[in-house]
């Protein structure tokens, strides 16, 4: 069995504990749990990678939890502390996942303290636009999408299928000629359409949705600032109606940069002619708002489970009036 530690410097080590706390999902990903002991859960990374387990104890400053790939004979045993570090020691992995996990530990953990470290910029004025991401904020795939992926393309399709669509976010490549060759190679015999259904299987948040449309009658602008290849962003603005509920819509394979990269923010701050900074922007992924804020803009972690009340509030906090 193998083990490995992970650590890195936090430069804000008073707020780190209540921010992962608050934020889980800066550790676990999709999926993440509440830091309570006996949660199970089963989380994803943007990555694709992922595992389930258990919260085996919380006390201030440090979890202690199970977590394993779904053929790991069982799950290696995790504690995460965050102080001046925010350190992952793993103990019990089997040698044959050994390095996929610490791939996997490593991104969430250099991910995490990004966001811990970044903030936003001062409030110089009234905020004159919000920016709603669309996953996650507005919209959720349906209950068991992964496992239908998996049941579709075998067992290493779910972190192929992802990096092929961050490939197409741009409006560089074809996701369904991706798919098609990564099915190949699986042998499974499952068609590509059944894979994009799967994919354009969306439950909408209407009370999200009800959150933009009261931020719009006060007198804002509000945008629609989402990462999507070219089937699945037709399918939202052709079949679910998103783009009625905005001024602006900023899909990344139109705009030609997709988040986080400050180009796409910069994009669309001068599509709206405002200074940054009166920009609001809300986002359920800590380097999407790293992202934001690295741009200048004024940018919010939502939660996904707290729904349209926590989205309200988290708007609230960057001076929307709402």
Known sequence: MIAFTLAEQVRAPDRAWAELVAHPELLFGYGAPDLVAGQRYRATSQLGSGGSGVIESVEPARVAFTWGGPHWPRPGRFVASAG????????DLPETEASAARAHWQHMVSGAVRYLDSSN??????????????????QQPRRGWLDDFVRLGGPDFVPAAFAAEVQCLTGAGDLRAKLTSLLRQAGTGAEVDRVLAVWHDIVVDHQALAVVNRVRRQGLVVG???????????HMRDVLGLDRHFDRTFYSYEVGHAKPSVAYFAHIAEALRLPPERIAFADDTGPNVVGARTAGLRSVLHRSVTGADGL?????SLGVPI
């Open 121 to 138: 910029p001062a409030l110089t004025g009234p905020v004159e636009a919000v920016l709603f991401d669309a996953d996650g904020v507005l």
């Open 312 to 316: 309200a509030a988290g708007l609230r």
């Open 224 to 234: 629609l600032a989402t990462n999507q290849q070219s089937y699945r962003g037709a």
């Open 84 to 91: 001046t570090e925010l350190v992952i020691d793993a103990r």
